[in-house]
């Protein structure tokens, strides 16, 4: 009896770490750093603006949670489409050749599409 408790609250502990630490991971501010180069030559000082921030639709939410849940909705939705297990699971007995080849074939037909595309 006291060992599945001892179980139970052990288990309770890890996840309340595991949630605790992805919260931590979630709600880093990430920063932004403007891209340095070279201007189109025609602008002058007066034509430059400051750089717009990107904006995160979820920083709109007040409440921390519902953005948890948001992002744990898309993280479910991409792991719940069975297309990328199926893929998972032709990659996962490929050689590294085989690799390689798989991945110039799928390059060359997006770069088709995009040619197609483009006509």
């Not at 403007?34 to 603006?49: M, P, R, S, V, Y």
């Not at 792991?79 to 490929?94: C, E, G, L, R």
Request: net charge positive; proline share 5%.
């Amino acid at each position: 009896m006291s060992t599945k408790l001892t179980g139970l609250i052990v288990g309770i502990i890890a996840i309340f770490m595991v949630l605790m630490g992805a919260l931590m991971l979630l709600s880093r501010k990430k920063p932004y750093y403007i891209k340095e180069g070279f201007a189109n030559a025609t602008a002058t000082a007066k034509q430059t603006k400051a750089p717009e921030y990107p904006t995160d639709p979820l920083t709109e939410l007040k409440n921390p949670l519902i953005k948890i849940v948001k992002k744990l909705g898309n993280m479910s939705a991409y792991f719940a489409n069975p297309q990328v297990w199926i893929d998972v699971y032709k990659t996962s007995h490929m050689s590294l050749a085989e690799l390689a080849r798989a991945n110039i074939k799928r390059e060359r037909a997006a770069a088709s599409a995009a040619a197609a595309a483009a006509k």
